[in-house]
């Protein structure tokens, strides 16, 4: 029976790619076409895994990438060579802190062990030493470049077998010439894109500022990227755009994307801990105030403890919400915690915040008139008031606080598009997340021809 002679692979990827070249996503891209080529079977869709985004080594995307193979035992030594050529040929080696590696792991099971350490290079900190004495224990092979540091994600990837929530996203490729250059796509059709396909697409623009977010900026090989709920619906969506430039290739990846899966709960704020991204409940205990370029910051507190919450310019209607706020607000605050200066607080960089409880708002206002309930006029500082319909006067009165209606409504509030980072869920999610789902087939043709 040939099924004998065949095992499984898991092949993860990590950091080839710089701030001036390259992208993870498009050798894994370029490596389901060399494998495909050894007819080897897919399990699923290449794993597109975003990692937490608050360390502080890290300043793009923090994507780790996983293929999961079934193949002939006779093609293991050539998967392995075309995968390591790729990484090779790819990466931006030249670059400071462009540290490539590359994971295989043959367990037909990803261990319990792995994907705890996943978990973990999502929602906090993990070290390349971890990474390598699980490889070890578990009878994997890594390769790493440089500082190797690619290791550690490339694990992680294979780690995150997204059994919980997960989303799609179909990354289209630019020529190799193009890269650099402006990208052409015409925008009035992702508006429609959005619009027919919605809410089962999602980021796909910046409604507060009318642009278009599905095409990166960088001079990477994207052209653009679709997430959605679905491959079916990424794949209808991208039927609806108009590229004006050749797409070289594209591919349907399976993701963490949209998931909040960076945030962890913490139970006390004196459990929140630098380079985590944490959701967390407390007490507005001190007024918002406005720092230099219109960032916002409050203090948020329990029993144990107390921290800063920030609202930058880039977070819009976030912003304004966290101007809203009063001491007392009971709230629940989702974000990155920040490394603290010496003597300062910790901050965490608000990405969400769910108001659960409003304060009263104290407002000093003038008196009601005894008489007939007029509100009454001031005669000037310390001089009383005076009724203006009946006349009479008020010489000892003073100014009573009065509870006045808040504009703020409680609800959960999220940073604006354009400033979500690729784990934020967004609001449009909100309702759709997978949970325990079963396992499907895959769609044919997940991928360019
Ligand atoms: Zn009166």
């Known amino acids: ?15 080839t790619d710089s701030t001036r070249k390259g992208c993870t996503t498009y050798v894994a891209a370029l490596l389901v076409e060399k494998l495909e080529q050894l007819n080897v079977r897919f399990l699923d869709y290449p794993n597109l895994i975003r990692l937490n985004p608050n360390v ?30 790729l990484v090779e040929e790819h990466s931006d080696l030249g670059f400071k802190g462009t540290d490539p590696g590359i994971v295989f792991c043959k367990n037909a099971e990803v261990p319990e062990e792995i994907r705890a350490f996943a978990k973990n290079a999502i929602t906090g900190i993990v070290t390349l030493k971890e990474a390598t004495r699980l490889i070890k224990k578990f009878g994997g092979e890594a390769l790493g470049f440089k500082a190797c540091r690619g290791i550690i994600g490339a694990l992680a990837a294979v780690g995150e077998t997204l059994e919980e929530d997960h989303t799609f996203e179909l990354i289209a490729y630019r020529l190799p010439e193009n890269c650099g250059l402006k990208r052409k796509v015409d925008a009035a059709s992702i508006f429609e894109m959005d619009e027919l396909t919605r809410p089962y697409t999602f980021n796909n623009v910046d409604s507060e500022k009318g642009r278009v977010i599905i095409t990166p900026r960088g001079p990477d090989p994207i052209l653009f990227g679709v997430r959605g709920e679905t491959p079916e ?22 993701t963490n994307q949209g998931t909040d899966a960076h945030l962890k709960r913490v139970n006390a704020l004196n459990q929140v801990k630098p380079y985590s991204s944490i959701v967390a409940k407390g007490v507005v205990s001190r007024n918002p105030r406005i720092i230099p370029l219109r ?19 880039p977070t819009g209607a976030l912003r304004k919400v966290a101007r809203d706020l009063i001491v007392g607000d009971r709230v629940e605050v989702y974000g990155a915690v920040r490394k603290p200066s010496a003597g300062k607080p910790l901050t965490i ?72 980072r690729h784990l934020t869920k967004p609001l449009r ?7 325990g789902a079963e396992a499907e087939g ?8």
């Open 1 to 15: 029976m040939r099924l004998m002679n065949q095992q499984l692979m898991h092949i993860g990827l990590d950091d």
């Open 56 to 85: 502080p080594w890290k300043t793009r995307g923090n994507g780790a990438l996983c293929l999961r193979i079934k193949h002939d035992l006779g093609l293991e030594d050539k998967i392995k060579e075309i995968a390591i050529s």
């Open 233 to 254: 619906i990424v794949k209808k969506a991208y039927g609806m755009i108009k590229p004006l430039e050749p797409v070289e290739r594209w591919v349907v990846f399976r």
């Open 295 to 313: 960032h916002v910051i409050f203090s948020v507190k329990d029993e144990s403890g107390e921290v800063d919450c920030a609202a930058y310019e």
């Open 349 to 420: 960089n608000l990405e969400k915040i769910s108001i659960l409880a409003l304060a009263p708002k104290l407002m000093p206002q003038n008196p009601v008139c005894e008489k007939c309930g007029k509100r009454l006029k001031s005669m000037g500082k310390s001089k009383g008031f005076r009724c203006e319909k009946c006349g009479t006067r008020f010489d000892d009165a003073e100014k009573v606080q009065t509870v006045v209606e808040r504009e703020l409504k409680p609800g959960l509030y999220v940073t604006s598009t354009r400033s979500q």
């Open 429 to 435: 999610r909100y309702g759709l997340e997978k949970h």
């Open 442 to 449: 895959m769609i044919e043709n997940w991928h360019s021809p």
